[in-house]
């Protein structure tokens, strides 16, 4: 009793508006609002606090909590709640800012105006003001925010193992939907290899999370681009076991979707439960209606895998020093003209094929096309991918109601120029000697031309005018004018429209009154400061006027009036204003469910584009340099690179100098030097040289040309598995010695004999002695157990005596020594190296002389010393120290 008489008594105290903040803030605790108060939007108390600094606005001082039980003396002192404001148009712009911190935002809009609250009974209340939207970075569709998409992954760990991890993962850009179930350790590298494949921004946590997977998100974040913002995590307890099932079938019913999920492991289903329940607060759950859609990561039958350490060493999406894309593999093949496209190279680049018909299939459509590069198809295809909107994204809005009515035509207008190009190329003009190529072009003109005939009609409902008036784009004009008279519902608008008419008639009728009145045949009605309808008079002849005439405004020489009558058609055709408004908007609504209801063809018309896209992109990075070749494939695994280059480090040399990249030959057959074992000195191209051969094994399997010469031929290889550099890995807790164990460990269970491995100095985390050992080993059961291909770097000399395998070779990168200087050739050549040259490489890389000539001193005479006891095991044991 005292705490509800205590809270009324309060609650007196706060304006209609602060009241109305109070009870929306104490149910969505868990969102800053957005309040939209005329043409600003307002945050109060907590919400204005953040918002402020955020923003960098200014913040009115006032109360803090909306809990006035716990509020603080300083809340005590105020009367009204803190608050900051930001204008009405800019309200997309702000929000980027306060998504880009992980906040969720609602946005509450005003859902009354002044002329339709006039004629309601609650006239005398507050606004009726309701939560409209809900935004995360994952969930926000309206304006462009991230290229690649933003998705939202949703986990849950098996009891009480947590080594069985559960995975969905929704973005709303594209509507794709991913689910997956795997097994994995404590380094927890399969899931970062999601993580890396997928860069999602924002994550649901099912239950009990391990140390370990905590740790990977830590990880993740913390080596992300800055630019994208901060990771949103949110946390839920289980849905009862027994519930799950229900309320998916509650929301999908017996839909294709309810039945594909149906057949899922019951922990991803309470991924997917959970997250229906969440995107249902922000109007999206609809997205798992998308049959379509839906697809499992791991299914990799055709593809070939590239893990967490793969994508990171070898820089497939982004470049090791500073985590951009510029310096990638990406960066290197990325010539699309569309977003879509762009989206779906990201998803080849990280899953290359691995079905040498596919490979085959697609390199000779990228051939095709360099070929056919000038053709009337290929020609309109580019200009019309380089002209397009992001008609994924769009689609998407248009799913979820979400599209603005420009943003709507314009998607529209796309369809229709896509309908002309490909409805309208004769069949023998898409007869190319790829059979892939030209069964893309066929696919779309077959859809054009028969599938979506009632879906050409839909744009020659609109008034094109009012859609592309950017300066009304939100104003109830744009809204009221955006259909024409073939809108299959015009009837709706104009009944308002008639009305509207109607009370124009009155008016007209009213001025003749009013000028009969005044005595002036000739007035008119004028606007002044917003308000229309007024009548002007000098104020010399005020006096003569009804004295019921209202006055509105006036000068020192004129006043303004309307009559009594004038007033109330004025309120009445306000009225009726709002009236067509909302029914332009739900008409509008209709309108989006009706393109939706093509969204099937619509979807595959987007693919299919997406797809071309990336052929074409393809295409010109094959065609960068005139020495990149289409290779030749074989059924057994080989390596056979004639005038290979480095792609990444060739063109951003290329970019800088003039200089031409080395070219380097290699041969690896199953049973003549599968095993290259490479050493050489320091700085000398190791790295570079064996990244290089992976680098054109995964752009072969893409399908792409490769930079190597003519007759270069290549096996088609399941994985490249890669374990290379040493550093500590101080956000997982991990020595330089543990992350290799870890990462050896991981290759090995990972290869199979169509592996290929890249071991990058294995064995140097821990002593000379043990590091040789661990190193020896693995490379010898690699060699004699799983049999993979192997591009071993070391220091160890002593591993060169594994030549006695023919399926071993040594090898080691050119150079030229003399006393004081040391110069790379970059040439791979036969034979082990006997020194590593660590003292040269001190000196360019800039270590005083007066310490690389002691260092030279010493390494000389502990060198000979050795050399001539014949104590071999001590040579390698103070080299590597030296080193």
């Not at 001082?61 to 300083?74: A, H, T, Y």
């Not at 390596?639 to 030959?665: C, F, K, V, W």
């Not at 000379?768 to 050992?773: F, P």
Request: hydrophobic share 35%; net charge neutral; proline share 2%.
């Amino acid at each position: 009793m005292n705490h509800v008489a205590k809270k009324a008594k309060i609650s007196t105290t706060l304006t209609p508006l602060d009241q109305q903040f109070v009870e929306l803030k104490r149910s969505n605790q868990d969102k800053v609002l957005a309040i939209q108060v005329g043409y600003k939007y307002k945050f109060f108390g907590e919400d204005a606090k953040l918002a402020s600094a955020i923003l960098n606005i200014m913040l009115i001082p006032g109360k803090m909590s909306v809990d006035p039980l716990n509020s603080s003396l300083e809340d005590r002192q105020y009367q009204k709640y803190a608050y900051c404001s930001i204008p009405e148009n800019r309200i997309h712009i702000h929000l980027k800012r306060l998504l880009a911190e992980g906040l969720k935002v609602g946005i509450v809009d005003q859902n009354e105006t002044t002329a339709i609250k006039s004629n309601s009974s609650s006239k005398s209340k507050v606004f009726l003001r309701e939560i409209s939207k809900v935004y995360t970075t994952s969930t926000y569709i309206d304006e462009e925010f991230i290229k690649e998409g933003n998705y939202l992954i949703c986990l849950k760990e098996n009891e009480p193992n947590k080594d069985k991890i559960s995975m969905v993962a929704v973005n709303i850009y594209s509507a794709d939907i991913l689910h997956d179930q795997f097994v994995d350790t404590f380094t927890r590298q399969e899931l970062e290899t999601r993580f890396l494949h997928l860069n999602p921004v924002e994550f649901i946590l099912i239950g009990g999370i391990s140390h370990a997977t905590t740790k990977c998100i830590e990880n993740f974040e913390a080596f992300r681009n800055d630019d994208v913002g901060k990771l949103r995590i949110n946390r839920f307890e289980c849905q009862p076991i027994n519930q799950v099932l229900d309320l998916l079938k509650d929301h999908l019913g017996d839909s294709s979707s309810f039945g594909l999920i149906a057949e899922m492991p019951h922990d991803v289903q309470c991924c997917f439960s959970q997250l229906s329940a969440y995107l249902k607060d922000f109007g999206l759950d609809n997205i798992f209606k998308l049959s379509d859609n839906y697809s499992h990561f791991s299914s990799l039958d055709k593809r070939l895998t590239l893990d967490a350490n793969t994508l990171k060493n070898l820089e497939i999406f982004s470049n090791a020093t500073n985590g951009l894309e510029n310096g990638s593999l990406i960066w290197l093949l990325d010539h699309t003209r569309s977003s879509y496209g762009a989206r779906l190279l990201r998803k080849w680049v990280g899953s290359p094929l691995t079905s040498k018909e596919e490979i085959l299939e697609r390199s000779s459509c990228v051939e095709c096309i360099i070929q056919q590069y000038k053709s009337i198809p290929i020609e309109k295809s580019v200009t019309l991918l380089k002209n397009s909107v992001d008609l994924e994204l769009a689609l998407s809005r248009i799913h979820f109601g979400r599209s603005k009515r420009k943003n709507t035509y314009l998607f529209l207008k796309a369809f229709n120029e896509i309908f002309e190009v490909f409805g309208g190329l004769k069949d023998e003009l898409i007869k190319f000697e790829s059979m892939y190529l030209s069964g893309i072009f066929h696919q779309l003109k077959q859809i054009s031309t028969n599938d979506l005939k009632e879906f050409e009609k839909l744009i020659k409902m609109i008034h094109s005018p009012a859609a592309l008036d950017d300066k009304k784009s939100d104003s109830d004009e744009h809204i009221v004018k955006y259909f024409n008279t073939n809108f299959y519902d015009f009837d709706k608008i104009k009944h308002f429209y008639d009305v509207i008419d109607g009370i124009e008639n009155q008016l007209n009728d009213e001025l003749k009154e009013i000028q009969k009145i005044v005595k002036r045949t000739n007035m008119k009605y004028l606007t002044n400061n917003s308000e229309p309808y007024l009548i002007e008079v000098r104020n010399a002849q005020v006096g003569s006027l009804p004295k019921d005439w209202i006055k509105i405004n006036g000068t020192k020489s004129v006043s303004r009036f309307r009559t009594p009558k004038t007033s109330q058609l004025y309120k009445s055709i306000q009225y009726n204003k709002e009236l067509l408004v909302n029914q332009c908007n739900e008409c509008y609504n209709g309108f989006l469910e009706k393109i939706d209801d093509c969204h099937h063809s619509l979807n595959k018309i987007v693919k299919l584009l997406a797809n071309l896209d990336c052929m074409i992109s393809l295409a010109a990075a094959s065609s960068l340099h005139e020495n990149y070749t289409k290779p030749s494939f074989t059924d057994v695994q080989e390596i056979n690179l004639i005038g290979s280059r480095n792609p990444i480090a060739e063109n951003l040399q290329l970019s800088h100098t003039s200089g031409m990249y080395i070219s380097n030959d290699i041969k690896m057959r199953v049973e003549d030097g599968r095993v290259a074992i490479i050493t050489g000195p320091n700085m000398g191209g190791k790295s570079s040289f064996i990244r290089q051969v992976a680098l054109t094994v995964i752009m072969a399997q893409l399908g792409c040309f490769i930079p190597a010469s003519e007759g270069s031929t290549l096996g088609i290889f399941d994985s490249v598995l890669t374990r290379m550099g040493a550093q500590d890995d101080l956000m997982r807790g991990q020595s330089t010695f543990q992350v290799e164990l870890s990462e050896c460990s991981s290759i090995i269970r990972a290869c199979t004999d169509k592996s290929l491995v890249l071991l990058d100095e294995v064995g140097r985390g821990t002593s000379t002695v043990d590091g040789y050992a661990i190193a020896h080993s693995i490379l010898s059961y690699l060699i004699t157990d799983i049999k993979p291909f192997v591009l071993f770097i070391t220091h160890f000399q002593k591993l060169k005596t594994f030549e006695r395998f023919k399926e071993v070779k040594n090898y080691h990168l050119g150079f030229q020594k003399s006393d004081d200087e040391l110069i790379f050739t970059y040439k791979l050549t036969d034979g082990c190296c006997d020194r590593s040259y660590g003292i040269h490489c001190a000196n360019l890389a800039g270590l005083s002389k007066e310490i690389t000539t002691k260092a030279h001193v010493m390494s000389t005479f502990n060198y000979k010393k050795i050399k001539d006891s014949n104590d071999y095991g001590k040579l390698w044991e103070i080299v590597d120290e030296l080193d």
